[in-house]
């Protein structure tokens, strides 16, 4: 399952519930591995959406509830949107300031692109709206994006795993970029000795 727990204070955690179960996954397929998650809010359909690495492919579950129970919406392949069905890594950014949400994601193979895409409501379902390719260059991942001062921080890990590694990130005025340096990400002061 994914469990889902909530703090106050980042020391002290309750469990909430389990937000998406292996029996609501296999009602609709046998692949049960699921990886890298993130929840949107939906307001044109008034429903959270949970966006999770599944097998070859994005799954959107939706709930009325960010805590679940989350439900099989549709399961989608990147591979128009970036060349392979599956994402690298991939995370949910949700831009405070208009409400919108974005799926940060790289490259299914390799990992050596980053791209952008608005979460929303197309043909009834709730889908990727567009997908704008941000970074090309060295293999990243741990995808992450904050905002800050008006600026958008798109940031990555080096490809070393579990191990311990540099953090790096670019820096743009729109969420769509252009991010700069461009195709260069600069390692963030504090993470010079990975």
């Not at 940031?155 to 969420?175: E, P, Q, R, T």
């Amino acid at each position: 399952a994914v469990p889902c727990y909530s703090s106050t204070d980042a020391v002290n955690w309750k469990f909430e519930g389990n937000a998406l179960t292996k029996e609501e996954l296999l009602q609709h397929e046998r692949m049960t591995w699921v990886g890298r998650l993130g929840v949107a809010y939906i307001k044109d359909l008034d429903k959270y959406a949970l966006l999770v690495q599944h097998g070859r492919g994005v799954l959107i579950a939706i709930s009325d509830s960010p805590l679940g129970p989350f439900t099989w919406h549709q399961k989608i392949s990147m591979q128009q949107m970036i060349g392979t069905p599956n994402t690298g890594d991939q995370t949910v950014f949700t831009d405070e300031d208009d409400g919108k949400s974005y799926l940060v994601c790289s490259y299914g193979s390799g990992r050596n692109k980053i791209y952008v895409s608005e979460i929303g409501v197309k043909d009834g379902k709730v889908d990727l709206l567009d997908c704008k390719e941000v970074f090309r260059g060295q293999g990243r991942e741990g995808n992450c994006m904050f905002k800050y001062k008006g600026c958008y921080y798109m940031c990555a890990s080096d490809l070393y795993g579990w191990d311990g590694s540099h953090a790096y990130y670019m820096v743009a005025d729109n969420i769509r970029g252009p991010y700069k340096p461009t195709n260069e990400m600069l390692v963030m002061k504090g993470a010079e000795n990975d």
